[in-house]
């Protein structure tokens, strides 16, 4: 599947003999066949159209997923005609079993505990405990081991003093921004795939439209944490717009994924992916980058 990214400010998109061109200040920057593209993910500003580019990927049912100064999907720009794979994949998600669900949020809680134990020991911290406490995920995560390994994480990652809270600046307010940003790369993949970010494996929240990003984001949380760690960050430390910059290139930083060397942005498109064969195959095939 080829999600074709705009992040560029103040680009234009065309049609011509079935590429889209884009053209910035006047000048072309960049082209793409119209039948190699799946989805077309939109998050820079000042971005404009062509009619006829929104008719053509109408005509061939590629959506065109928007996205506000968050990053988070806010609207689509989708085909009325029958769209049979969109379709299909929202009902693999209704058809998903209770204890299917349950079997894919072990795999997830097991390799964010697993992650949390690399972040200790670039740390330096106490992590050998858990290797046991991966051992004790079962189906479901029923006995909330994720919770557990969260209570020793944060204070061996940050001091015995640290409190994980949303409301805290410090080191509290990089972890919140981070988050935020792994977030909506998460739901942007998922929407682009053609799954319904609503519905969760875990998360239920009927507020919450984006209840399975926030099922597949879990794995990817010590990533930032590791991000945070290696900026030295402390609790005295002011959340800048430098700072912001410098946190938000973690998506940049590349993993051994199914081997390759990709961008954690890839690894997440990867790892959604995974999740889409899963609900198809009705096995267990989650995949997650190798994180060191």
């Avoid at 000048?27 to 006829?52: A, F």
Wanted: glycine content about 6%.
């Amino acid at each position: 599947m080829k999600i074709v990214e705009i992040s560029q400010s103040g680009v234009h998109l065309k049609l011509y003999r079935g590429f889209m061109l884009v053209y910035k200040s006047g000048e072309e920057i960049g082209r793409e066949p119209i039948d190699d593209i799946d989805c077309l993910l939109v998050y820079g500003y000042g971005v404009t159209y062509s009619h006829n580019l929104l008719v053509k990927f109408c005509e061939v049912n590629i959506p065109i997923i928007l996205c506000s100064n968050n990053f988070m999907p806010i609207g689509f720009v989708m085909s009325t005609n029958v769209n049979y794979e969109r379709k299909t994949r929202l009902q693999e998600q209704i058809n998903v079993t209770l204890p299917f669900s349950k079997k894919l949020w072990q795999t997830i809680i097991k390799e964010k505990v697993r992650n949390q134990q690399i972040v200790l020991e670039n740390a330096d911290a106490e992590a050998k405990d858990f290797t046991y406490l991966i051992g004790k995920v079962r189906s479901g995560d029923i006995d909330n081991v994720e919770a557990v390994a969260a209570r020793k994480y944060w204070k061996r990652l940050f001091g015995e003093g640290f409190k994980r809270d949303f409301d805290l600046g410090g080191i509290n307010s990089f972890l919140n921004f981070g988050y935020a940003i792994l977030r909506s790369c998460v739901a942007r993949y998922l929407i682009a795939t053609g799954l319904d970010a609503s519905i969760g494996l875990h998360h239920k929240n009927k507020l919450n439209t984006f209840c399975l990003a926030d099922d597949m984001m879990e794995p990817f949380r010590p990533f930032v944490d590791n991000k945070i760690l290696k900026m030295k960050i402390c609790d005295k430390d002011v959340l800048s717009p430098k700072y912001k910059k410098e946190l938000a290139g973690f998506l940049d930083d590349r993993f051994l994924m199914k081997y390759e060397q990709l961008s954690l942005q890839n690894c997440i498109k990867k790892s959604v992916l995974s999740l889409l064969s899963s609900y198809r195959s009705k096995q267990d095939h989650l995949k997650f980058p190798e994180f060191k």
